[in-house]
């Protein structure tokens, strides 16, 4: 289960740190560490988006073009969760943010990372 928060109104310019707690991810024998995890939004009327990735170890990020300078991901082990940071955002990043784990992608991740886990999207508006 992966549980998303943070979502929020806020101005552009602004920012916003999403979390994603994870929680009974059933993949056998595979700790958090093991799902490289990433962030997807979707804004209405529109196809949902891929965001970043982010390597179960935390060393390997891959970020779409448009969200790079912007948004940063990170993630703790420790407490199985992962980040979003939001900066400078603009009324285009309005959108529903979902998590997602995909299990096995310890190291590398990239634009064919497969997810086997969603969760609920945490909703960011942003206005002009």
């Known amino acids: 289960q992966l549980q998303a928060c943070g979502g929020g109104s806020v101005q552009a310019g602004g920012s916003l740190r999403l979390s994603c707690a994870a929680s009974?991810?059933?993949?056998?024998?595979?700790?958090?560490?093991?799902?490289?995890m990433g962030w997807f939004r979707q804004a209405p009327g529109k196809e949902r988006e891929f965001v970043v990735v982010?390597?179960?170890?935390?060393?390997?990020?891959y970020y779409a073009d448009s969200m790079q300078g912007r948004f940063t991901i990170s993630r703790d082990n420790a407490k199985n969760t992962v980040f979003l940071q939001m900066n400078s955002l603009r009324p285009e990043d309005t959108a529903v943010y979902y998590c997602?784990?995909?299990?096995?992608?310890?190291?590398?991740?990239?634009?064919?990372?497969?997810?086997?886990?969603w969760g609920q999207g945490t909703l960011v508006t942003v206005s002009s």
């Open positions: 009974g991810l059933t993949t056998a024998g595979l700790t958090f560490s093991s799902y490289g």
């Open positions: 982010i390597s179960g170890s935390g060393g390997n990020t």
């Open positions: 997602a784990g995909a299990p096995g992608a310890s190291y590398t991740v990239g634009p064919h990372t497969r997810y086997a886990y």
